[in-house]
């Protein structure tokens, strides 16, 4: 019995030691930096009188690091002393919950089918509030496009300076454009050694048609496969060979395992061309 609890004392203090090394205080300098720089992108990409930006985060295949980048995107906005609101509208393979150690539900899925109130308390990590996706419906794409989902954003606007949504991959399913209406701007985030241009046109050309802002872009993995996320600044990334729709967007950026220049954290934000 001792033994069984001991056990389960060192799986929880592991899991807790985990969500503190890539999300916490414990992540590497260069990735708070990182992220840090992000948040700042995100900060001069809306005027005053976006009174509270709703960021979506997507990318164009399952396992980029869109969840990854949601978290610690939203982490780093609220370490500003703002509030900071992150919805896990994933709902059909979400991972907020399981990153962060948190319950799945009741989240999303159960307030949009009016099995939670409006007034629901939210979850809170690091100083963030923290909406998780609740349990699996059968319909994500008409409960995120729905009138309740509308309603409940624009009226958490005025609780908070920020909301982040991690959202599906736009290529898997509808649902991320489902949801544009309410986002001010969206993130794509790209995977250096796995998203491919035929993906990732694929997935601007979906945004465009919706008419989505897309306020720039995210290089993971910069460091190459099995890396990991995080480590020194790589380069700013240029998304020119990715088609002729990344010259309408935003800045292009990366973080990597391994920086190739001493000058990385100088380089300058670059407009893909």
């Known amino acids: 019995m001792a033994k069984n609890k001991n056990k389960n004392q060192t799986a929880k203090q592991s899991v807790e030691h985990d969500v503190e090394a890539f999300f916490g205080k414990n992540k590497s300098f260069a990735a708070a930096e990182a992220y840090k720089l992000l948040r700042t992108n995100i900060q001069f990409s809306f005027s005053t009188e976006t ?18 980048t949601s978290i610690n995107l939203a982490i780093a906005l609220a370490e500003t002393g703002k509030r900071v609101l992150l919805i896990d509208a994933d709902m059909r393979l979400p991972s907020v919950a399981d990153k962060l150690n948190l319950e799945q539900s009741p989240g999303l899925s159960n307030l949009l089918v009016e099995q939670l109130g409006m007034k629901q308390k939210f979850g809170e990590v690091h100083s963030l509030d923290i909406l998780t996706a609740g349990n699996p419906p059968p ?24 909301i982040v949504v991690d959202l599906p991959p736009v ?32 997935t601007l050309r979906q945004m465009k048609l919706a008419k989505v802002r897309i306020i720039g872009f995210v290089y993971s993995f910069a460091g190459g496969r099995g890396k990991g996320y995080y480590g020194k600044y790589g380069k700013y990334g240029k998304y020119g060979k990715y088609g002729k729709y990344s010259k309408d967007y935003g800045y292009g950026y990366g ?19």
């Open 139 to 162: 319909n994500p794409s008409e409960l995120l496009s729905s009138q309740r989902m509308e309603s409940f954003v624009n009226e958490q606007k005025q609780n908070y300076a920020y």
């Open 51 to 68: 009174k509270c930006p709703v960021i979506g985060v997507t990318s164009s295949l399952r396992g980029e690091g869109k969840s990854t």
């Open 171 to 202: 290529t898997s399913v509808s649902d991320a454009l489902s949801v544009s209406r309410v986002l001010d701007g969206l993130l794509l985030v790209v995977r250096g050694d796995y998203a491919s241009k035929k993906a990732l046109n694929e």
């Open 255 to 273: 973080y990597g395992e391994k920086s190739k220049s001493a000058n990385a954290n100088s380089e300058k934000v670059s407009t893909a061309k």
